[in-house]
Protein backbone atom coordinates (compact mmCIF):
# COMPACT_ATOMS: atom_id res chain seq x y z
CA UNK A 1 0.00 0.00 0.00
CA UNK A 2 1.49 3.37 -1.12
CA UNK A 3 1.02 6.28 1.65
CA UNK A 4 0.58 9.79 0.66
CA UNK A 5 3.22 11.38 -1.27
CA UNK A 6 3.81 15.27 -2.14
CA UNK A 7 6.37 16.86 -4.48
CA UNK A 8 8.11 18.76 -4.25
CA UNK A 9 9.39 18.45 -1.20
CA UNK A 10 10.89 22.02 -0.85
CA UNK A 11 10.58 25.15 -2.92
CA UNK A 12 11.74 28.79 -3.04
CA UNK A 13 9.32 31.88 -4.75
CA UNK A 14 9.11 35.27 -4.61
CA UNK A 15 6.81 37.56 -3.64
CA UNK A 16 3.94 37.85 -6.29
CA UNK A 17 4.69 34.96 -8.10
CA UNK A 18 2.53 31.54 -8.45
CA UNK A 19 3.04 28.01 -7.59
CA UNK A 20 1.51 24.79 -7.93
CA UNK A 21 1.70 21.77 -5.37
CA UNK A 22 0.73 18.29 -5.89
CA UNK A 23 -0.13 15.29 -3.78
CA UNK A 24 -1.18 11.77 -4.13
CA UNK A 25 -3.01 9.93 -1.92
CA UNK A 26 -2.84 6.55 -0.58
CA UNK A 27 -4.09 4.02 -2.57
CA UNK A 28 -8.14 3.70 -2.01
CA UNK A 29 -8.75 7.16 -0.66
CA UNK A 30 -10.92 9.38 -2.37
CA UNK A 31 -10.78 12.72 -0.04
CA UNK A 32 -7.74 14.90 0.19
CA UNK A 33 -7.44 17.76 2.50
CA UNK A 34 -4.69 20.32 2.26
CA UNK A 35 -3.31 21.93 5.00
CA UNK A 36 -1.27 25.13 6.21
CA UNK A 37 1.62 24.79 8.91
CA UNK A 38 3.44 27.94 9.90
CA UNK A 39 6.70 27.32 11.57
CA UNK A 40 5.73 26.21 15.53
CA UNK A 41 2.18 26.14 14.63
CA UNK A 42 -0.51 23.20 14.22
CA UNK A 43 -1.78 22.19 11.05
CA UNK A 44 -4.46 25.04 9.44
CA UNK A 45 -7.32 23.88 6.83
CA UNK A 46 -7.06 25.25 3.79
CA UNK A 47 -9.78 23.58 1.60
CA UNK A 48 -10.77 19.68 0.62
CA UNK A 49 -11.60 17.58 -2.38
CA UNK A 50 -14.36 14.44 -2.82
CA UNK A 51 -14.79 13.27 -5.82
CA UNK A 52 -12.97 16.21 -7.94
CA UNK A 53 -15.21 18.70 -6.43
CA UNK A 54 -14.30 21.41 -3.16
CA UNK A 55 -16.48 20.48 -0.37
CA UNK A 56 -14.87 22.05 2.32
CA UNK A 57 -12.80 25.21 2.43
CA UNK A 58 -11.24 26.96 5.49
CA UNK A 59 -10.28 30.94 6.18
CA UNK A 60 -7.68 31.20 3.36
CA UNK A 61 -8.31 33.96 0.41
CA UNK A 62 -9.08 33.00 -2.82
CA UNK A 63 -5.61 33.13 -4.23
CA UNK A 64 -5.33 29.54 -2.40
CA UNK A 65 -7.41 27.56 -5.39
CA UNK A 66 -7.22 23.72 -5.98
CA UNK A 67 -8.14 20.39 -8.22
CA UNK A 68 -8.89 16.74 -7.92
CA UNK A 69 -7.98 14.31 -10.44
CA UNK A 70 -10.38 11.41 -11.42
CA UNK A 71 -7.46 9.77 -10.14
CA UNK A 72 -7.88 11.44 -6.67
CA UNK A 73 -4.37 12.94 -6.61
CA UNK A 74 -5.02 16.43 -6.23
CA UNK A 75 -3.01 20.14 -6.51
CA UNK A 76 -2.63 23.27 -4.48
CA UNK A 77 -2.47 26.41 -6.53
CA UNK A 78 -1.61 30.11 -4.57
CA UNK A 79 -1.19 33.11 -6.82
CA UNK A 80 0.47 36.27 -5.85
CA UNK A 81 2.52 34.96 -3.10
CA UNK A 82 3.02 36.92 0.08
CA UNK A 83 5.87 36.37 2.30
CA UNK A 84 3.31 35.07 5.18
CA UNK A 85 2.26 32.21 2.69
CA UNK A 86 6.20 30.82 3.86
CA UNK A 87 5.34 27.31 5.78
CA UNK A 88 5.22 23.51 5.48
CA UNK A 89 2.01 22.66 3.11
CA UNK A 90 0.74 19.20 4.16
CA UNK A 91 -1.89 16.91 2.05
CA UNK A 92 -3.79 14.06 3.78
CA UNK A 93 -5.94 11.35 2.16
CA UNK A 94 -8.84 9.41 3.72
CA UNK A 95 -10.77 6.84 2.19
CA UNK A 96 -13.83 7.00 4.08
CA UNK A 97 -17.74 8.20 3.71
CA UNK A 98 -17.37 10.36 6.75
CA UNK A 99 -15.32 13.23 8.12
CA UNK A 100 -14.80 11.09 11.27
CA UNK A 101 -12.82 8.75 9.53
CA UNK A 102 -8.54 8.46 9.99
CA UNK A 103 -6.25 11.26 7.82
CA UNK A 104 -3.34 10.19 6.93
CA UNK A 105 -0.42 13.20 5.84
CA UNK A 106 2.20 13.55 3.13
CA UNK A 107 5.31 14.40 4.30
CA UNK A 108 5.09 17.92 3.06
CA UNK A 109 6.28 20.90 1.03
CA UNK A 110 8.13 23.39 2.27
CA UNK A 111 7.46 26.68 0.62
CA UNK A 112 9.83 29.45 1.35
CA UNK A 113 8.89 33.06 0.00
CA UNK A 114 11.29 35.97 -0.57
CA UNK B 1 -16.18 27.16 15.20
CA UNK B 2 -13.86 24.67 17.09
CA UNK B 3 -10.92 25.54 19.40
CA UNK B 4 -8.27 23.07 20.42
CA UNK B 5 -6.00 24.37 23.34
CA UNK B 6 -3.04 21.79 24.18
CA UNK B 7 -0.75 21.59 27.24
CA UNK B 8 2.27 21.99 27.85
CA UNK B 9 4.41 23.39 24.52
CA UNK B 10 7.22 21.47 26.06
CA UNK B 11 7.28 18.92 28.16
CA UNK B 12 11.38 17.39 29.12
CA UNK B 13 11.62 13.84 30.35
CA UNK B 14 13.70 11.11 31.37
CA UNK B 15 13.86 7.75 29.50
CA UNK B 16 11.71 5.67 31.16
CA UNK B 17 9.61 8.40 33.15
CA UNK B 18 5.89 8.59 31.92
CA UNK B 19 4.75 11.96 29.98
CA UNK B 20 1.31 13.41 29.96
CA UNK B 21 -0.22 15.70 27.08
CA UNK B 22 -3.33 17.74 27.36
CA UNK B 23 -5.98 18.73 25.61
CA UNK B 24 -9.33 21.17 25.76
CA UNK B 25 -12.09 21.54 23.05
CA UNK B 26 -14.84 24.12 22.88
CA UNK B 27 -17.74 22.17 20.52
CA UNK B 28 -19.77 20.00 22.62
CA UNK B 29 -20.46 18.60 19.07
CA UNK B 30 -16.93 17.06 18.20
CA UNK B 31 -16.88 13.54 18.46
CA UNK B 32 -13.72 12.20 16.93
CA UNK B 33 -10.18 12.67 18.31
CA UNK B 34 -6.47 12.22 16.91
CA UNK B 35 -3.41 12.33 18.17
CA UNK B 36 -0.50 12.84 15.30
CA UNK B 37 3.12 12.78 15.77
CA UNK B 38 5.57 14.79 13.61
CA UNK B 39 9.04 14.34 13.52
CA UNK B 40 11.75 16.92 12.13
CA UNK B 41 11.24 17.43 8.50
CA UNK B 42 8.40 14.94 7.69
CA UNK B 43 4.16 14.92 8.17
CA UNK B 44 1.87 14.39 11.05
CA UNK B 45 1.93 10.68 11.71
CA UNK B 46 -1.64 9.19 13.36
CA UNK B 47 -0.56 7.41 16.62
CA UNK B 48 -3.75 6.51 18.27
CA UNK B 49 -7.52 8.11 17.87
CA UNK B 50 -10.50 8.00 20.36
CA UNK B 51 -14.32 8.37 19.50
CA UNK B 52 -16.90 9.70 21.88
CA UNK B 53 -18.43 6.67 22.73
CA UNK B 54 -15.36 5.41 23.93
CA UNK B 55 -13.52 7.05 27.45
CA UNK B 56 -10.01 4.84 27.10
CA UNK B 57 -8.30 3.35 24.60
CA UNK B 58 -4.47 2.07 24.54
CA UNK B 59 -2.02 0.49 22.33
CA UNK B 60 1.22 -1.02 23.68
CA UNK B 61 2.84 2.35 25.84
CA UNK B 62 0.46 4.82 24.19
CA UNK B 63 -2.75 5.60 25.85
CA UNK B 64 -5.55 8.14 24.85
CA UNK B 65 -8.55 8.96 27.82
CA UNK B 66 -11.42 11.35 26.91
CA UNK B 67 -13.82 13.01 29.65
CA UNK B 68 -16.84 14.57 27.55
CA UNK B 69 -18.27 16.25 29.82
CA UNK B 70 -15.35 18.36 30.81
CA UNK B 71 -14.69 18.37 26.81
CA UNK B 72 -10.79 17.34 27.72
CA UNK B 73 -8.93 14.54 26.38
CA UNK B 74 -5.27 13.35 27.05
CA UNK B 75 -2.09 11.31 25.72
CA UNK B 76 -0.18 8.71 27.97
CA UNK B 77 2.84 7.52 26.78
CA UNK B 78 4.39 5.22 29.63
CA UNK B 79 8.54 4.25 29.32
CA UNK B 80 9.34 7.01 27.19
CA UNK B 81 12.07 6.00 24.51
CA UNK B 82 14.15 8.59 23.04
CA UNK B 83 12.59 7.65 19.39
CA UNK B 84 9.46 9.25 21.32
CA UNK B 85 11.05 12.86 21.30
CA UNK B 86 8.42 14.69 18.43
CA UNK B 87 6.10 16.97 18.50
CA UNK B 88 2.72 15.70 19.05
CA UNK B 89 -0.69 17.50 18.22
CA UNK B 90 -3.91 16.78 19.39
CA UNK B 91 -7.40 17.22 16.97
CA UNK B 92 -10.50 17.18 16.94
CA UNK B 93 -13.51 16.98 14.84
CA UNK B 94 -17.34 16.74 14.22
CA UNK B 95 -19.20 15.33 11.41
CA UNK B 96 -19.27 16.89 8.49
CA UNK B 97 -16.56 19.38 9.91
CA UNK B 98 -12.91 19.44 9.41
CA UNK B 99 -9.93 18.48 11.61
CA UNK B 100 -9.08 21.53 14.32
CA UNK B 101 -5.75 20.92 15.71
CA UNK B 102 -3.57 22.33 18.68
CA UNK B 103 -0.86 23.83 18.67
CA UNK B 104 1.32 21.01 19.53
CA UNK B 105 3.57 19.90 22.08
CA UNK B 106 7.49 19.62 21.81
CA UNK B 107 8.75 15.83 23.94
CA UNK B 108 12.00 15.43 24.71
CA UNK B 109 12.88 12.57 25.85
CA UNK B 110 16.59 12.40 27.53
CA UNK B 111 18.69 8.96 27.61
Known amino acids: ETGVTQSPTHLIKTRGQQVTLRCSSQ?????VSWYQQALGQGPQFIFQ???????GRGNFPPRFSGLQFPNYSSELNVNALELDDSALYLC?????????????FGPGTRLTVL | GENVEQHPSTLSVQEGDSAVIKCTYS??????FPWYKQELGKGPQLIIDIRSNVGEKKDQRIAVTLNKTAKHFSLHITETQPEDSAVYFC??????????FGKGTMLLVSP
Open chain 1, 92 to 104: ASRGGTTTLDEQF
Open chain 2, 27 to 32: DSASNY
Open chain 2, 91 to 100: AAIRRYSTLT
Open chain 1, 27 to 31: SGHNT
Open chain 1, 49 to 55: YYREEEN
